[in-house]
């Protein structure tokens, strides 16, 4: 089956925009949990039983983890869409630098679905599947689903080129068994003109 070559780079270009989102919502919401508050707690030494106390909250490891997932897949984002286009003559399909350069894709896609899986999973944890009154915790959440989605869609489309089912001439999603295909159809070829 032929892959067109733009169907990777439309799913990167679309994990860059929702990373981009993804860090300036996250940043958002990791800038209201940070700083100090005055917060109303019992005293039994007070006149009237409360009193005042400074409280200094700290950004949740989840929003910190989510920030660092969102730059990541805008670094990956961008590798994998400038990569190939600059190994484009050096990394034909069959050659060993195509191969190099799918596995690396593959992995680098499968840590990255990980990562986003596990924002996503942990802030539900943390929301108890009800959801929160405030808006941003709730697109957080789905923009973490849909970028988890897209690099599930990116990893099959590697494992597939891996495997020879998708074919496409960009490397890292060229078939890596095109060599050998080459190699048995000149035999054939080869056979027919001796007979």
Known sequence: MRLPAIVPLA?????????????????????????????????????????????????????????????????????????????????APGTRLNTIITGALGGVYFVTMVFWLACFADIAAELDGLGTSSNYFNAVMAFAVLLWLLFVALFVIVVLAMLGILESDAPGYAGMRKRERAATEGTQMQTVEVA
């Open 11 to 91: 799913l990167l270009g679309t994990s860059f925009v929702f990373a981009v989102i993804e860090l300036g919502l996250g940043g958002h919401v990791a800038s209201l949990y940070t700083g100090t508050r005055k917060t109303l707690v019992y005293d039994p030494n007070s006149a009237w039983g409360y009193s005042y106390k400074t409280v200094t909250f700290s950004v949740p490891a989840i929003l910190a983890f989510q920030i660092f997932t969102a730059v990541w897949t805008m670094l990956v984002s961008v590798a994998a869409f400038l990569l190939p286009w600059f190994l484009r003559a050096k990394a």
